[in-house]
Structure formats: structure tokens, C-alpha cells
């Protein structure tokens, strides 16, 4: 699938501050990058940073004070891979290669070593992982409210199981938490999101199973063969779109992705297994 | 039903220790105490106080350096309210008596202010407010473990409801979140408890349904019409058997209740509205 | 001092609403309403009920759909006792009335066993209770700042203990968790308080020193002997000036307290022990 | 200086289980191994694997029921960096390298996102990076007491806040949370400890000053010139010394770390500025 998207970003800036931005889409084998532009305010220079272990780009700004605009925009093609939810082959938690055994780690949104009585007995009779981790994105679905306004920066999945509501972002902290407590790695991923209303940076998460990454979002608010990759974390406090030091006050910021390739411009639902690798 | 109960203290005291007990049961129309003795350390005299509100009696122990022991020993003979669950008729929240509204608020160990999205979505449709709390003990019996050394004073409902395993103050504690969340009066009962293994003082709890306390043991440990009701109260806080200032090691304590009455020795279970008024 | 207080309260009502208020100031040796009145809506008749333990006053409303306006005015004399700090004599937990006892146990926002330690260790050799207790208003006037915004109605004194900002509320819970911390007994108490900028309901908090209750307010916002009480408590949850159940949307709300006695106006500071008895 | 260092596992295995042991010392240009043995039951082949961001080195093994025995011993010679603390140089957070950016996020122990507040007040007038941490443990030596017992596997920094009591886990958790609350990259660091009484697993942290991670310990338990590094992570969730999944019964462990190079066998402080890279 082909896609423009892009975001533009607005701050009065009060004091000198710098500014981390991770806005940029990962490179890889299923997200091609045609073309792409990053244009920072007249006179700053981004430093930039490409992070081996993650594929997450950061571009750091030395802003000074006045209005500053940064905008992003790219021409993408994504490839998922898409299989059948039936032929993901289980790996047991014993054999999984040691590369991910860190997304097993409870983290600081995700106390997955909080819910592992909860997680097995509500999910460990299912078979399969795949089939798992749908399972536990149908329990948030059914058991947690999506109303903005109810948590907060510092929310954590603990504070949505109790309470039962959140955003994106706690539906994705969640799912990820009761992945890995039941012994299946899990990461959070941040996107752009094809068909989202209205338009903003989008959280879902990825579960380790059958050798691949694939992509789950428990807010049913996207198709998920329609994300494009900006970065993947342990949970959100790894993967803001930004982070300053200094003093700003931030405008309302836009987002969007927009279907290149002439195909249907309807978002498509899809219960397939799908990677972007 | 008449009972023989008691307990037996025994403290070392390295340094001069005030002990206040809540350990003696509660007098009442539906609990007639025949004969009761409590025995003190020589040469401690009791302070005693009984509270209006609530009817937990206390005694206040001034103990020297040495081995105290403490003795309480009673005839009790209980006459509790027997219904049938479905004559219980419903209370709106709006008409409750003023009294009993503070039992409606959260505590330290009960924070049903954050629960509340839950016991709606889980029992809201449950017709009848004792069947709602019934259904809340089945929950609780069903979705938690009761397992020893899982849980510590500082424990509370929100921590037991994600862990899923406790004890009895555990279960009381989930039972008086939820059952208050539902906007029905709830409060904490430490009681001697007929059928208890191994026997130790036990923790219930009582919902107000139908203009009257019923009583709730999520446990199923024991038969909720053989109990003797020491003290109420918000939660475990209010009602802690033994409260020390000072400096002792506690040596195992014993706890005992059997039937006088010459009817069936064994515990017998009943589903029935029961009360101690 | 005489004052003239009250309130004005605006609800758009959407569906059957039963509120209820607790905004009626206490009748004490120390209050003495000369004159009061309780307007509610057209045809609403609220009943009433003084709670004999604590003397809060509520009023129970069956509001209609539509707008309905509820105004409270008193005209009020308190004579405060006032002391001078040095000679409020201490009296040991272990000889506490027993009627007082409750008011050391930890309650929903006020986790008073969680923090004995730190309180020990920063009060323990402040020498009188009185002073233990000035000792930690000025440590939580020092240490936490007083930010709108930055709390809400689930936090509690841990959270304000780690953030270190909040609101009335939040100081009058970190100075109870301190005071009941280190054995002193300790409750909230929402206030009419004069020389309140902007006017609003207030929070401050009573400990139990010498025989007395005295007034204790962390924020400094206050003179503390212009204070006249509405409710008494554990802490917030039970002092809410109005609960309700039903649907609505509130205005804003006006509190206003001024004085009658033709003496100063201006509020003046005071380092005196002062209690309302 | 020069080691001989090593631990013995005994574990009596129920039923099959999967172990992954991270015991072994990292390599590195200041922590070169001369000799080590990695001894697993008879008939169990370790699948090893070293991460390359970290130089963390794993070990699992898939044992079968009965007594398991497993031994890893190592000569090691460390040649620590030194430099006088007023030697090293600050780097602002606004100039950090990308790659130690991870350590500023808050994580499962380690939510330095709630104490920022406190951190600033209580540090941020230190001068120096260096300095600030040795503030930070400084601080945490005298308003933290070591007791074993008070704290367990689920303990985060915050808790270790409030309670004030904790063990070499809770000190690194809070020494780190407390560094990163003042932008400055800190990461857990699971050591053999030369002076540890009694002998076992120590956990220390690493602050990023000065364009290097120097060792900080705020237990103040041994001398930081005489660790061997086994882990570092983002806390103790990253830094296990073994994991497992199965079913099996641990018996006492054996840790030690003797000098070999014949110089003073007994322990001896510094206030230097020492890092192992």
C-alpha cells in the first residue's frame, strides 16, 4: 500500500529549548520510503539518529524563542505480510531466541508480573499464541471503555485494569502486559494510521509469535494492515513523538496519511496475522 | 445456636508494652453473651470501653517485661435472621437511611471509588441487590485464589483484585469494594467462625440490602450462619484484634469456637439471607 | 468573630437526580448560628439528618430535570479557643480516649502506616505533640507546592508524598498521614475560611492534642482562627459538600464567608494553638 | 586488580524446566577474564548467547527433574578507570549521546517521572553531574534504612520512597530513579561484589557523567572499585541472575569473590570517581 503522510508540529517557544523528535517512519524490507522531507524552523540544523537495535530515527532541535513550525511528510510503501491467524506456528517460551527475551520484562507502563494469575486463567486455555493474543485484544474491546480524558501521562496498565477505561495508548500498555504475562514477548509500537478519526499519532503493539512480530491493536479503531511504523519500545515511555527541554507552549498538531495507490480509499477490516517484519 | 469460644494471647514482652484487644463479641438481640471471662495478666487491671456506634468492646492492657498471657472465654448464643434471598427487597441508593451512607464511601483497603466501571459492567444487570452481592462472593470465589503468605497488612482490594489471590481480609476487602461500587452499603465483620480449618479469627462482611446487614463470605470457608461477630468497621483497619505500642514477640495464638447446643457438630452450608441484625 | 457565610449551587439536571448536600455549618459550643436558611428548588422538600457522632448536617434533594438553584446562608459567631502553643500538654497514644482511637487508622487517602517511618525519622525528636504537629505543616508548606491541576479526586497523601504539588485537599491529607504517622490522631475538616482567595469550600485538617482537637492548615492560605466548620472526617471521602446520584451539569458554584463584627477586615495570621472544641 | 570469583545454583528440579542463568562476568576492555568455567549438570548443553548493546551473557539450559548443580567460576582482573570527581565534566541532557537517551526514560522500578519534582528540590543545587549523584546517595544512606525482609520482588522505587526501607535492590532502584528525575542517564548493574558481608548477588547502579558511566552504590556496602560487572539493564527486571520456567525448589546458594593478586585482602573505601567503561 502506498501512502503521503506526514505531520506538522507548532510550538511558542518561551526559552531556548531542544527539542527529540521521533516522527519519522522506520526503514525496512515492508516500509519503503519513496521520498521524505523533514523540514525544521529557518536556521536550525537537526542533529539525527538512527537507533541499530530498533530502527527508531530521532532528529534533536535546538529551537530558540519565537514560533516554531516542523513538518514531516514521506511517500511510503508497506508490504505486510499477511497470514492466515491458523497457520502461526507456536514457539515455546523455552525456545524463543534470546533477542526478544527482553520484551518478556515487565516495564514501567506494563507490570506484567502483576496479572500473570489474571492472564492464565482467562487466556492460557486458548490455543495457540496468535490466537492468545486475539483473545486478550477481545477481552480489552469488551472490558475497557475508549473515553479520552480518563488517564493521564503517567497512567499505567494496572490503572486501566482497575478502572476500565483509557485511549490508545493504555489499551496498547494492556495488551502488551497481559501478552507477556502469559510467556509471549510484546512491544509497543507507535504509528501513523490509515483511516483513524480524527487524525493523530496512533499507539498499537506487536506480540512475538511464530518467529515474526505481528501487529494487534485492541481499539479496534484501525485496520491494522494500514500502519505505518514510526517506533517500537518497550512501552510508550520509549517511543514519544517528542521530548523537550526548555519552556514551549505546543499549538495543536497535524497529522495524516492518505491512501497513494488508487485503491479503495475505505479502510478495510482484516482478521489476518499480519508483520511488518 | 449456643457456642463455647474464646482465645488465648501469649506475649513476650521485652519492654513495657499498652495493648489494646478487640477480641470480645459483640452484644446484641441477636447474640446473647450467657457467661463470659476475660483474664489478664496478674495485677493488670483492664481499661474497657465499649463503642456506642459500632458495639466493639476494647480493653486496654498496660504490660510489663515477661510472658503475658491473656485469656477471653465466652458462652454465646446466636439467633440470627434467617430469609429467604428472594423476599430481600431492594433499597434504592437514594433512599437509604443517612446512617449507613458513610459505609458507602471508600477506605484504606477499599477503594471502590476506582472500581466502579467494573461492578457495574460485571453485576449491574444482576436483578435484586443481595443476589448482586451474592453474585459479587461467586465472582470473588471464582476469580481468586485463596493462598496463605500472598498478601500483608498494607495489601488492598485494587492489589487482590489484580493478583487474584489472597486470604480472608483479602476477599473481604474485594467483596466491600465491589459491593460498595454498586452503590450498596458495605462494612468489614472480624468474627468467630464455627467450621473454620485451622481455626483463627476469620474476616467477613456484611452488605446492607433490604433495610437490614446481611452477611458475605466470599470464602465459602465456612457456613455464614456460624458465626459470633466480634467487631465492625470500615476495613481492616478498624478492626484489628490487637493493636500494641511498645516491644513483644507473639507467641501462636489460639482461637476456638464449638457448638454447646447438642444439634449436629458439623458445619452445614445454607445459601439463606442470614443477619445478626 | 461574626460572619455572615453561604453558598450558591447551580445544577443543570438532565434525569431524576437525588443530591446530597453537606454544606450546613456544625452548632457548637464554639459555632452558634444566630440565623440560617436553606433555599431548595421550588417544590423540593430535602430531608435532613445530623449525624450524632460527627454533627455534620445533610440534606438529601430530589431534583427534577431543568436548572435548580440551592443557596445556604448563616449568620455565624465562633469563639474559638485559643492557646498558646507552649502550654498544651501532651498526652501518650497509650493513654488516648478510646473514643479518639479511630482517628489514628490509616483511611483512603490518608496511608498513614505507609509513611511512619519517614515521619519518625523527620518529627520523632520535635519536642510536643503540638509542635510534632506545626513541625509537619511547615515541612509540607516547605516541601510540596500548591498547584491547581496537578491532582485529582482519586489521589491520595503517597501520591503527594512522591509529586510533591497538589491542592487543600492534598495538604490536609499529607498533614493527617504524617500526625496519624507518628501516633497522634488526626481528621479532615472542610471549612467556610475566611480571607480565602478566591472564595471556595476549603480543607484543613484537626489533631488531637492535649485533649483538644486544634486546627491545623499546611497551606498557610488561611488565618486559621477564621475558619468556621462544615464537616468532620477520616478525610475527603467523607466530607463531600455534595454527592449525587443522577445525571447533571454544575455551574459555578459561589462560597462566600465576610465578616459582621465591624473589626478588622483583613485576615490576620496567628501562631496560636486554636480549636473549635 | 584480580579475582577469582564464582557461584554454585542448586535447584531440585520437579518437573522439566528451562533456566536462564546470567551469571557469567561481561568482557571488556576493563574487565578481562583469564580463565572461567561454565558447569552445567551432566548430559545439559547450554545454548549461549552474549547481547551485543549490553555484553550481558546468557545461559539456558533445560533440565530434568531430580538435583541440578550448576557452577560457574572465573579469574578476572578489572582495571577501573579513576578520576577525581571535580575532574569530570558536565554534558547537559540537551547534548547527550543518542544512545544513553533510553536511560532517561522512567521504567518498571524506576518511575522516575513521579519524583521529579523532589529530585530538583532536593539535588538541583548541587554542582555537577557527579556531584548530584553523590548527593543522591548520599541522601538514600540517610533517609533509607537497609532491612532485609521489608521489601519484595514486586518493590518499586516509589514504595522504597515512602517506606524507607529496602535492601541493594531498593537502593539502586531509587538511586536511579532519582538520577534520571535530574536528566541524567542511570542504568541497574548486577555485580560480584569484592567485601560483601555476607557473600551474594549485589546490586549497584552506573550514572552517565561526563561522557562515561561511572559506578555508584548507595549502600554503601563495599568498596565501588571492587565490582565485576555480571549485568547492566534498566532495572532489576533486565538484570535476573536467573529465570525460569517449570517447576522446581532452590536451595541455598553459593556467591563469592576473592583477590588474587596479592595485594591488601581487605576492603577499602573510596570517594573517587571509577567506572569499568
Known amino acids: 500500500m502506498k501512502y503521503f503522510l506526514g505531520c506538522e508540529l507548532t510550538y511558542d517557544i518561551a526559552a531556548n529549548t531542544t527539542m527529540i523528535l521521533n516522527v519519522e517512519v522506520q526503514r525496512g524490507s515492508s516500509q519503503t520510503i519513496i521520498s521524505e522531507r523533514f523540514v525544521a524552523p529557518p536556521g536550525v540544523e537537526p542533529q539525527v539518529h538512527e537507533v541499530p537495535e530498533t530502527g527508531n530515527r530521532y532528529q534533536r532541535l535546538h529551537l530558540l524563542p519565537g514560533t516554531s513550525v516542523i513538518r514531516y511528510e514521506a511517500e511510503v510503501i508497506t508490504s505486510p505480510t499477511v497470514h492466515d491467524p491458523a497457520s502461526v506456528v507456536d514457539i515455546a517460551v523455552t525456545d524463543l531466541p534470546f533477542e526478544v527475551l527482553n520484551h518478556l520484562y515487565p516495564s514501567r507502563y506494563c507490570q506484567s508480573d502483576r496479572l500473570a494469575r489474571f492472564a492464565w486463567r482467562e487466556f492460557g486455555s486458548i490455543e495457540g499464541s496468535f490466537q492468545k493474543v ?21 497512567t499505567s496498565a494496572l490503572e486501566t485494569f482497575d478502572y476500565r477505561a483509557g485511549v490508545c495508548r493504555d489499551f496498547a500498555h494492556l495488551g502488551i502486559t497481559l501478552t507477556r504475562a502469559l510467556g509471549i514477548p510484546a512491544r509497543y509500537v507507535s504509528v501513523y494510521a490509515f483511516g ?70 475505505e479502510a478495510e477490516w482484516t482478521t489476518s ?4 517484519g
Open 273 to 276: 496475522a499480519v508483520s511488518l
Open 134 to 154: 486475539t483473545g486478550i485484544c477481545n477481552w480489552i474491546f469488551d472490558h475497557v471503555d475508549y473515553i479520552a480524558g480518563t488517564s493521564d501521562g503517567s
Open 196 to 265: 483513524l478519526v480524527p487524525q493523530d499519532f496512533h499507539a498499537i503493539f506487536e506480540a512475538y509469535v511464530g518467529g515474526r512480530w505481528y501487529l494487534f491493536d485492541a481499539t479496534r479503531l484501525i485496520p491494522i494492515d494500514g500502519v505505518v511504523r514510526i517506533a517500537i519500545g518497550r512501552d510508550a515511555a520509549d517511543t514519544a513523538f517528542s521530548t523537550f527541554y526548555g519552556q514551549l507552549v505546543d499549538q495543536p498538531k497535524k497529522v495524516w496519511i492518505d491512501r497513494l495507490d488508487g485503491e479503495a480509499l
